[in-house]
C-alpha cells in the first residue's frame, strides 16, 4: 500500500483514530472534519468539499472499505467522504475517508484507483454519482436528527453519535436533499463518477468549476 508523504502534503486534521467518528454516520463525520479544519484555521475551509456518493437506485459499490472483506466491494446506499482540493502539493488533490484501509489522508488517485475502480466494469444500476458541496456551505446547511437511523419501532440500527443532532436555523433534517443526485435538490454540484475523475485526478489538472452554491 502506498504511503503518504508527509514532506509534501500536512494533514488538514488529526490522525485518523483522534477525530471525531461514528460508524456508519458517514455524513456527521465529514461535517466533523470541515468543522475542524474551519476552527482550527491553518487551512483555507474553502478548498475542501463533502462528497456525497449515491446513485438513483441508491446502491454504489466501494473497495477498500472497512466492513469489506478481501477485495470485494461494500454496496452502500450512500457514503461521505472530504476532498480536499490542494493548491500547492504537487498538484495532487487528497481523500478523507475515515471508512477506507487507504491511508488517511489519501492521494485522490491512489483512492480512485483502488476504492472507486471503473464504472464500465459495473452494471448501469451500480453507476455513482458524485455530489459536491464545499465545506463552509456543507456546515452552514447540513441538517440531522438521525431519524434514518431507526427502525419501525423507533429503535437505533446503529448507536448515534454523543454529541446533539446537527441542525441549522431553518432544518432540521434534511440529508435526502444531500444524497439525492438530482442537481435540482439541495446544493452544490452533482457530476458522474467518470467527470469526478477526470477533473480532480493528478494526470488532467483541470481547474475547479464546482458551484458554491
Given amino acids: 500500500m502506498a504511503e503518504l508523504d508527509e514532506d509534501r502534503y500536512r494533514p488538514a486534521v ?11 454516520y458517514f455524513e456527521e463525520n465529514a461535517w466533523k472534519l470541515c468543522d475542524y479544519i474551519r476552527s482550527r484555521g491553518e487551512r483555507p475551509v474553502e478548498e475542501f468539499y463533502a462528497v456525497f456518493i449515491s446513485n438513483d437506485r441508491r446502491m454504489i459499490p466501494l473497495w477498500k472499505q472497512k466492513s469489506g472483506h478481501g477485495d470485494e466491494p461494500v454496496v452502500w446506499d ?9 493548491s500547492g502539493e504537487q498538484n495532487q488533490n487528497f481523500i478523507y475517508d475515515l471508512d477506507t484501509v487507504l491511508p488517511f489522508p489519501c492521494p485522490f488517485d491512489i483512492y480512485s484507483t483502488e476504492a472507486f475502480r471503473l464504472d464500465d466494469s459495473l452494471n448501469p444500476e451500480f453507476h455513482r454519482k458524485i455530489g459536491m458541496i464545499r465545506a463552509d456551505l456543507y456546515l452552514k446547511t447540513f441538517a440531522s436528527d438521525r431519524s434514518h437511523m431507526k427502525d419501525a419501532n423507533g429503535k437505533w440500527q446503529k448507536p448515534p453519535p454523543s454529541y446533539p443532532c446537527i441542525e441549522t436555523a431553518d432544518s432540521k433534517m434534511n440529508l435526502d436533499d444531500f444524497i439525492s443526485m438530482n442537481p435540482k435538490v439541495g446544493w452544490g454540484s452533482v457530476l ?3 467527470d469526478f475523475v477526470r477533473q480532480f485526478g493528478r494526470q488532467t489538472h ?6 458554491a452554491q
Fill in 78 to 86: 450512500y457514503r461521505v467522504i472530504l476532498l480536499h482540493v490542494s
Fill in 206 to 211: 483541470l481547474s475547479c468549476s464546482v458551484k
Fill in 14 to 24: 488529526p490522525p485518523r483514530a483522534a477525530c471525531a467518528y461514528t460508524g456508519c
Fill in 192 to 194: 458522474p463518477l467518470s
